[in-house]
């Protein structure tokens, strides 16, 4: 039996597009296709091909094409676009792409003002990278190693993969230098940094004594301190700056040590003022603050991420007896006062945030009924929790 084949009709949908650029006019020529504006990209395709290079997808892509888009666009004009060919097979839109990129020539190779990036016909042939793929190695002191074709052979040769950010031009990875471009026989050399350790870790010796000060024992370090006391490293160090008992324990350095290398925390004052400007206290440390007004986030305070959220200011240096007061613009909180007595001239406890208030009333109920009887109280004057209520910075 006969096997008889059908030849494939070739399409003839194909069609071969130009773009123009409107920011140039003048008279380009190609076989008697007259362009009056200066022509930056050809193409071929079938249907939607001239489009496609309008989509977002499409425009992410960094190339000369796109930069070129983008420079018409941004002086508030748009790219002219062009079928001058129509109704021809795939073939010949090769070779009228082909002949018109030969016929004004190519910007990357530089001879003429087209912006493909290869000769036209399959698409790859004579297309120029816009990335180096070459990778070359040198050492962290600056020495010129060797040189790789590719991220792939360098990967292989080293067991490093060196990824170049190109417009960086350098990386360090592997404990190798990496360039995108070859820098000669040396570089400048890499200064690794040491992580310092902190005092905890670096091994000074320590003593231990008992509330007269009389000597327990000595230690050869935080750690071994830790082990056998049960105090923490950083308690420890925090007793011996302030000079304050730990476990019922004194520490300190031996009188030998070298300290001078160290840099030692200090326990940073706190200056507190009210919100009529007036100096109410200074608390010799973070801590002590915390502890006494039961305020933890005293940074963002402090740093003024947050200027006045409890009505009072805070500083680290001594600002005399007296500073501006707050406006009532400034004060956002409401300073609520719990007393045994309405007539009594100092309130038992004071809340610096209504929530606070609201959270140590005694009732078994929910915090949004809580806050509705304590603001009750406050207003009527009336007894909530076994206390009384005041808002001693009233605000509208």
């Not at 200056?271 to 440390?285: A, I, P």
């Not at 402090?302 to 007296?322: A, H, I, S, V």
């Amino acid at each position: 039996m006969l096997n008889f084949t059908t030849p494939r009709k070739m399409r003839s949908d194909y069609y071969v597009y130009i773009f123009l650029d409107p920011r140039k006019p003048g008279k380009w020529e190609y076989n008697g296709i007259i362009f009056d504006f200066q022509p930056f990209y050809v193409g071929k395709g079938t249907r939607y091909r001239m489009n496609s290079h309008f989509y977002n997808s499409s425009r992410k892509a960094k190339n000369l094409k796109n930069n070129v888009i983008k420079a018409i666009e941004e002086s508030g004009l748009e790219v002219i676009r062009q079928k001058i060919f129509t109704g021809i097979e795939d073939q010949e839109a090769k070779y009228i792409e082909i002949d018109i990129i030969l016929k004004f020539g190519r910007i990357d190779i530089g001879t003429g003002f087209m912006t493909n990036h290869t000769n036209g016909g399959e698409g790859t042939s004579g297309a120029i990278s816009e990335k180096r793929k070459e990778f070359y190695q040198y050492s962290l002191e600056g020495n010129f190693i060797q040189s790789f074709e590719s991220g792939m052979a360098a990967a292989k040769a080293t067991g490093v993969s060196p990824y170049v950010k190109w417009e960086k031009g350098w990386v360090q990875s592997g404990g190798f230098q990496w360039f995108n471009e070859y820098q000669g026989e040396s570089v400048p050399p890499v200064v690794v940094k040491s992580r310092e350790k902190s005092i905890e870790k670096r091994g000074f010796k320590l003593h231990c004594f008992d509330e007269n000060w009389e000597l327990i024992k000595e230690y050869r370090s935080f750690k071994e301190a830790e082990r056998d006391s049960g105090a923490y490293s950083k308690a420890i160090l925090r007793s011996i700056l302030t000079n304050t008992l730990h476990k019922n324990m004194y520490w300190a350095f031996p009188e030998d040590a070298d300290l001078s290398s160290v840099k030692l925390f200090r326990p940073q004052k706190i200056y507190h003022y009210n919100s009529e400007g007036n100096f109410v206290k200074m608390y010799e440390s973070r801590a002590e603050f915390q502890k006494e007004t039961g305020i933890l986030e005293i940074e963002r305070y402090l740093t003024g991420k947050y200027r006045f959220p409890m009505n009072f200011r805070l500083f680290t240096e001594d600002q005399g007896e007296k500073i501006r007061p707050l406006k009532d613009s400034e004060m956002k909180n409401k300073i609520i006062g719990m007393f045994n007595n309405l007539d009594d001239p100092e309130p038992l406890k004071i809340f610096y945030k209504r929530a606070d208030a609201a959270r140590f009333l005694p009732l078994n109920l929910t915090f949004s009924r809580k806050s509705i009887r304590l603001d009750k109280a406050c207003l009527e004057g009336t007894q909530e929790g076994g206390f009384y209520w005041k808002i001693l910075n009233p605000i509208d």
